[in-house]
């Protein structure tokens, strides 16, 4: 790669520039910042792009911001970076000392060095802009030569200036069983900060992405959106600052709490990257553009369509054994599934893994369940026609495990203290910042694909935080990198996993989603949304998510009912409805399935196997929130060549003799004919539409009528309707 560096005045390869500003532009955002030397580094503007006549004026009037404030001269802000030089000074100054940019990957990286003018520190300012997809990433690189260590206090990845209006933030939160819930509130004066303490897993009781609607309350369609997603997989702080002033203050990256760096002469502390985009059709617009960056960029395998499995762990939780694993495997592969995935219970020797309380480090085969071994099970699976994968739990240990006998060195637990267990009273968190303990953890992964390469798809658990902190293995003057270093080693595994094994498909989970980030996806394919397979619940769980994050990563399961975490009863055509708007997947026992209940999903994997590109590669709309509180969702997936659509509806709540709103499509091309087909169907009547063919424009203009009610006999009716339409164009 040919590395080509200006200074400021020069024009810069892959973007426009004036002298001593920089112009980075994706096909439809512009970021300006001014980079005069010796000067701050200055923002400039973010959103749309502009035409060259508007870049000369808008640097001549827009109102110029420090683009990455640091603590103790002369700040106005809250500051983006803080640190402590070798000899005390707690202040630090940074001025433009140059501007490079490189090609790379279809994309351009260009740096901005920032320099102390009294101390050998330095700081770059980075930027990828893409040449195909509408999000722009930043983050920083901080590198210096002083005697002594510099201390590190804070340290966000980016900064962004809002103009202060009528702005609403919108956000994800939630709990086990109830993760992805969204949340819109009016930016008042003051700091909104969304944290994570776990440690571990960072996206179960709040998230690292943000959207900020400027038009205010936000709107699926309408309006100019501001988006901001952390790619990382630890501790965060997004923050908003409200100050007196015009202006909102955004800052994103690793959260400082306990994690003070000391960073020795010579060693680059680089920040996570803060991807930013902007769209002026509301908050579905820039999740379309968090979406196809992704899919292209940022998740494992994104262009891939995803298989069909069955999964095991609600069917049998640990009572794993042989004739019903390989009973299982029958039953997905007979209704035409794709994949078989064995989940936890099937592992150790002293210490057998019959329930949560032993075993966990041990990663041998447990011969009492599975006397004739995985090879077996494999050769079981390929002469059925399907795929095999299975559960690991590679960063933890049980107290009751041999690995924990041997090293009890390799926990992460504080100095001078006992452990603190977790689930189960017995589970313990590796420490990932020992690379004896990243060796180890690889290893896992690594015996597995090696002495079973026919494994086709591995799901990666985590189901403790750090409840205490203390590293065995840093020294006492660097406990406080402990998180920092866990999740440097956690990547240092996952990239050597790649290295090595860049095809198999590898599920992120952690008690449910814990791990829903953009930190781990560039080496996972997916994440499992929740431990709870409530469909009515997860239709809000799923809407949330998909402000971030695509389809093709969403596991999402067709589940026994009533439902094992709410003890919901819904009918299976809901299920499936439901779980159809994701990566389609089962989390269940076949074999107390009905022979009804075996054929509608039997037909509904081989309808999903039709729409699953239009679902996983497709843009989404999401046309009704259930959010809105009247019990009704709706939202709906476009192939780029506007040729398919798969249109969902989902009743969530039921009154009786209540007339729902007609809900308008969107995405589709006005000029074109759909012939509209439903799919699931279970009524004794087709829908009045069902065959007809219906203009792009008429579409979304009026939408379809969809009845209040199934038409069934009357012990078949339920509570819960729901329709699936697709779009086929003429």
């Not at 005069?36 to 400039?44: I, L, M, S, T």
């Amino acid at each position: 790669m040919k590395r080509l560096t200006f200074l400021a005045g020069l024009f810069l390869a892959g973007c426009m520039a004036l002298p001593a500003q920089v112009h980075l532009t994706s096909p439809g955002l512009s970021l300006i910042l001014e980079a005069e030397p010796g000067q701050k580094a200055r923002f400039v503007y973010f959103g749309p792009r502009l035409a060259e006549a508007d870049v000369k004026t808008v640097l001549e009037t827009e109102k110029k911001h420090d683009a990455y404030p640091a603590y103790g001269m002369g700040f106005s802000t809250p500051p983006a970076m803080a640190a402590t030089h070798a000899d005390g000074n707690m202040s630090t100054e940074l001025r433009v000392e140059s501007v490079a940019t490189d090609s790379l990957d279809g994309s351009v990286v260009t740096r901005i060095r920032l320099k102390d003018p009294v101390y050998p520190f330095n700081v770059d300012l980075c930027y990828r802009v893409w040449n195909d997809a509408d999000v722009i990433e930043t983050w920083t690189e901080t590198v210096h030569k002083e005697k002594k260590p510099v201390v590190l206090t804070q340290f966000a990845s980016g900064w962004l200036p809002v103009q202060r209006g009528d702005v609403w933030l919108s956000s994800l939160s939630g709990s086990w069983g109830n993760e992805g819930m969204l949340t819109h509130e009016k930016l008042t004066p003051g700091v909104k900060s969304i944290r994570n303490y776990d440690g571990v897993r960072n996206s179960q009781a709040s998230h690292a992405e943000v959207m900020l609607s400027l038009d205010g309350k936000p709107s699926e369609t309408q309006g100019r959106v501001i988006g901001a997603a952390l790619c990382y997989s630890g501790n965060f702080d997004v923050s908003v600052a409200t100050e007196p002033g015009k202006y909102h203050y955004l800052s994103a990256g690793i959260d400082p709490a306990n994690s003070s760096y000391s960073l020795p002469a010579g060693e680059v502390f680089a920040t996570p990257a803060l991807a930013l985009t902007y769209s002026d059709e509301g908050t579905s617009g820039a999740s379309r553009n968090f979406h196809r960056w992704a899919r292209k960029h940022r998740i494992a395998h994104g262009d891939r369509l995803r298989k069909i499995l069955l999964n095991s762990w609600e069917g049998i939780y640990f009572d794993v054994n042989e004739p019903v694993v390989e009973e299982m495997m029958g039953d997905i592969a007979s209704m035409g599934g794709e994949l078989f995935v064995l989940d936890d219970g099937w592992f150790g020797e002293k210490y057998p893994r019959v329930d949560d309380k032993g075993g966990l480090g041990d990663w041998t085969i447990d011969r009492k369940k599975l006397p004739d071994g995985i090879s077996n099970l494999l050769k079981s699976a390929d002469a059925k026609g399907i795929k095999f994968g299975i559960w690991i739990e590679p960063e933890m240990a049980n107290v009751r495990s041999e690995l924990y006998e041997k090293h009890p060195d390799w926990i992460i637990k504080a100095p001078n203290r006992e452990p603190v267990y977790g689930r189960g009273g017995g589970q313990l968190v590796l420490d990932l910042g020992n690379p004896e303990v990243q060796d180890f953890v690889f290893g896992v992964f690594d015996r597995l694909m090696t002495e079973y390469p026919a494994i086709d798809y591995i799901k990666w658990d985590a189901n403790m935080n750090v409840k205490n902190h203390g590293s065995q293995y840093l020294k006492p003057s660097e406990q406080s990198k402990l998180y920092i270093n866990y999740h440097r080693g956690f990547e240092n595994v996952c990239r050597r996993i790649r290295e090595k094994y860049p095809d198999v498909t590898v599920q992120a989970c952690a008690s449910g989603g814990g791990r829903a980030n953009y930190g781990v996806l560039p080496w996972f394919d997916e994440f499992w949304v929740s431990d709870n397979t409530d469909p009515v619940q997860r239709v809000f769980m799923q809407w949330g998510t998909s402000y971030f994050f695509p389809a093709i990563t969403q596991a999402s399961h067709i589940s026994a009912s009533p439902c094992h975490a709410t003890h919901r009863a819904t009918p299976m055509k809901y299920r499936i409805d439901v779980a159809m708007s994701g990566r389609l997947g089962m989390e269940m026992q076949p074999k107390h399935m009905t022979d009804d209940e075996k054929e509608m999903c039997r037909r509904a994997i081989a309808q999903y196997k039709e729409i699953r590109p239009v679902v996983q590669l497709g843009d989404q709309y999401r046309l009704h929130s259930p959010y809105e509180g009247d019990g009704l969702a709706s939202m709906m997936y476009v192939s780029e060549d506007k040729n398919d659509g798969v249109f969902f509806w989902w009743k969530t709540d039921y009154l009786y003799n209540h007339c729902d709103a007609r809900v308008p499509m969107a995405g589709l091309d006005p000029g074109k004919t759909y012939r509209v087909t439903e799919l699931n169907r279970i009524d004794n009547s087709p829908l009045p539409c069902e065959g007809k063919t219906y203009t792009g424009a008429y579409l979304m203009a009026n939408g379809l009528d969809m009845p209040m009610r199934h038409d069934v006999a009357v012990e078949k009716m339920s509570d819960y309707q729901s329709r699936v339409l697709r779009l086929t164009a003429e």
